[in-house]
């Protein structure tokens, strides 16, 4: 069957914002996660390609899914992740679930409210964690922790990006009533500097995204493997900090990014942490048996 090609890869997962398989992560699961990545970056390139029609978008997206379920080879960037499953013996579950976001992204540019929001992500981040969670052999039990992050990562990131995705896809994040509540309109997300109204409103999705932050502080100490609870401790310190940016800066005409230099300062305080908590859990056992 004639390959299927999409638009070409916008990045690698060494242009995220957040560590993708990183040094981290143990080398015998660093393979599949890069090939879940090729595939999740081959569906988004899809879904924002500003050149594709609607129809065009969907029919890619149906591919990548037919060659993920072994129905044909078709689709190239499918088949490192359905080769790497079925060595493992794990679901395509939550490579599916990450197609159900990008065919939102392909037909829904607008969000109601925070649980509108909060559903997309559902699909569009937190089978990432999950499916990183089920490659390391975690119990489901820590799914919660991870949905919280993989869901606040997701909506500081169309935070950082709010003015792009606007002008170029006309594709909105932040809710229809944020922007109610203060007097926002859409269209301001087209200026080069946002007004106050605007600010204020991407400060209270901010806001809002510290609830699903705080719900997963424990995550990191959470997972058995130690090198996967470093890369999550990792990324927790990186989301507070993004999200602190978000609160005092302009995404529109302001830097929201870190630059390579503050990810690796980040990056060597979230190992501290990550290391901190796991002494304190594996400590607060051993106490409580001897005050007994």
């Not at 090609?5 to 890069?34: C, M, Q, W, Y």
């Amino acid at each position: 069957m004639t390959n299927i090609a999409g638009p070409r890869p916008s990045k690698t997962h060494r242009d995220e914002n957040f560590p993708v398989a990183s040094r981290l992560i143990s080398a015998r699961h660093r393979g599949i996660i890069l090939a879940f990545y090729r595939f999740a970056r081959a569906a988004d390139d899809v879904a924002d390609s500003p050149s594709l029609a609607e129809g065009e978008k969907l029919a890619l997206l149906d591919g990548l899914e037919h060659t993920l379920l072994g129905k044909d080879d078709a689709a190239a960037d499918a088949l490192p992740l359905r080769a790497a499953l079925a060595d493992r013996g794990l679901s395509p579950r939550h490579g599916q679930d990450l197609l159900t976001a990008f065919r939102m992204d392909v037909t829904k540019l607008r969000y109601q409210d925070w649980d509108d929001l909060v559903y997309y992500c559902t699909y569009s981040a937190m089978p990432v964690g999950r499916f990183v969670l089920d490659v390391h052999g975690e119990s489901s039990t820590t799914w919660p922790a991870s949905d919280a992050l993989c869901a606040a990562l997701q909506i500081i990131n169309h935070l950082q990006d709010c003015g792009a995705d606007y002008r170029r896809l006309n594709r909105v994040y932040i809710p229809l009533d944020a922007f109610a509540g203060h007097g926002a309109e859409v269209s301001d997300l087209a200026s080069a500097k946002a007004t106050p109204a605007l600010l204020q409103s991407v400060r209270d999705v901010a806001e809002q995204t510290g609830t699903l932050l705080d719900e997963a502080k424990p995550f990191s100490a959470q997972v058995t493997d130690l090198r996967l609870g470093l890369e999550i401790a990792v990324i927790q310190r990186l989301a507070l900090t993004l999200r602190r940016m978000l609160l005092a800066r302009d995404p529109l005409s302001q830097r929201v990014h870190l630059t390579k230099a503050g990810f690796a300062g980040l990056g060597a305080i979230g190992i501290t942490e990550g290391l901190i908590r796991r002494f304190v859990k594996t400590r607060t056992p051993y106490r409580k048996a001897q005050d007994a």
